[in-house]
Nanobody, 119 residues
Framework: QVQLVESGGGLVQPGGSLRLSCAAS????????MGWYRQVPGKQRELVAR???????NYADSVKGRFTISRDNAKNTVFLQMNSLKPEDTAVYYC?????????????WGQGTQVTVSS
């Protein structure tokens, strides 16, 4: 069974930084795109950033220039460096990965990590 485990969330003041990590484990044949999404109560989950296996990235307009997504293919891990954080970045952040395992290909989600930006 493939699992995605996130870490690095927490409470930070406006203007501060956080780094999220997400590691995939299990019997994994390959991983395609990996990404970060976020969700606040009462709203739909939205894309924050996504990176292909080759390293091509795309970002939500609201985070461009402040967040950077990266990955370590050897460790099946994706990172999200978040700088200049704003209160509106407060949300539960979820990791997502397109994984090929012994049963085929499908998308997996992590359990989520809370990010709170507040003074």
């Amino acid at each position: 069974q493939v699992q995605l485990v996130e870490s690095g969330g927490g409470l930070v003041q406006p203007g501060g930084s956080l780094r999220l990590s997400c590691a995939a484990s299990g019997v994994i044949l390959s991983i395609g795109a990996m990404g970060w999404y976020r969700q606040v109560p009462g709203k739909q989950r939205e894309l924050v950033a996504r990176v292909t296996r080759a390293g091509f990235t795309n970002y939500a307009d609201s985070v461009k220039g402040r967040f950077t997504i990266s990955r370590d293919n050897a460790k099946n891990t994706v990172f999200l460096q978040m700088n200049s954080l704003k209160p509106e970045d407060t949300a539960v952040y979820y990791c997502n990965a397109d994984v090929v395992d012994r049963f085929g290909g499908r998308g997996y989600w992590g359990q989520g990590t809370q990010v709170t930006v507040s003074s």
